[in-house]
């Protein structure tokens, strides 16, 4: 019974697809999150949305889109795929994130070849 | 601009004896700590937070100090278990976005 489940867990492609990750949490949280884990293992946010407003986008490149069909949902489409996208993608919901902090899936290893 | 600073990337201790990892912050805006613990191939797990008007708070093994004046913060795990084996990651809250540090890596020797 996975709070936060992300999907797939990995995803190998060529440069210059298009690829999509699907994040679903069922903890009626508010807000949820994508983070990028990159080679240095520096987690570093890359967007929220609180019930399906977006509310924190960090500097990340157009070739990124975040969709929330619904609070329960945070998917991640990645356009033009290049190789520096390679990295671990954490999606994480909250509903106190200061008091109780996040609760994260277990991320999306991307490989882009 | 690193605002989440974690020194230390590794630290061995062992089993039975503290651990206390560390981390330095320079935004002064940030209004809540917190310690995350990660297991290989899985996501980072909420320990324990505290909140920038308290200088300590203590969850079982685990307890975080905040020293403000320093901008410093850490966790102290006593006693260590072998399976406290993982990257630690501090991280800073402003308005509920949380920036990371670059985490450490504790091994508890049995």
């Known amino acids: 019974d996975t709070a936060v489940s992300q999907t797939p867990k990995y995803l190998v492609t060529q440069m210059g697809n298009d690829k999509s990750i699907k994040c679903e949490q069922n903890?009626?949280?508010?807000?949820m999150y994508w983070y990028k884990q990159d080679s240095k293992k520096f987690l570093k946010i890359m967007f929220s949305?609180?019930?399906?407003?977006?509310?924190i986008n960090e500097t990340v490149p157009n070739r990124f889109s975040p969709k929330s069909p619904d609070k329960a949902h945070l998917n991640l489409h990645i356009n033009s795929l290049e190789l520096g996208d390679s990295a671990v993608y954490f999606c994480?919901?909250?509903?106190?994130?200061?008091?109780?902090?996040?609760?994260f899936g277990s991320g999306t290893r991307l490989t882009v070849v | 601009d690193q605002q989440v600073k974690q020194n230390s990337p590794s630290l061995s201790v062992q089993e039975g004896r503290i651990s206390i990892l560390n981390c330095d912050y320079t935004?002064?805006?940030?209004?809540?700590f917190l310690w995350y613990k990660k297991y290989p191939a899985e996501g980072p797990t909420f320990l324990i937070s505290?909140?920038?008007?308290?200088d300590k708070n203590e969850d079982g093994r685990f307890t975080v100090f905040l020293n403000k004046s320093a901008k410093h913060l850490s966790l102290h795990i006593v006693p260590s278990q072998p399976g406290d084996s993982a990257v630690y990651f501090c991280?800073?809250?402003?308005?509920?976005?949380?920036?990371f540090g670059d985490g450490t890596t504790l091994t508890v020797k049995p």
């Open positions: 935004n002064s805006m940030f209004d809540y």
């Open positions: 505290i909140s920038s008007i308290k």
């Open positions: 903890l009626g949280h508010d807000t």
């Open positions: 991280a800073a809250s402003d308005a509920g976005k949380s920036t």
């Open positions: 994480a919901s909250s509903q106190e994130a200061e008091r109780i902090g996040y609760t």
């Open positions: 949305y609180n019930n399906k407003e977006l509310i």
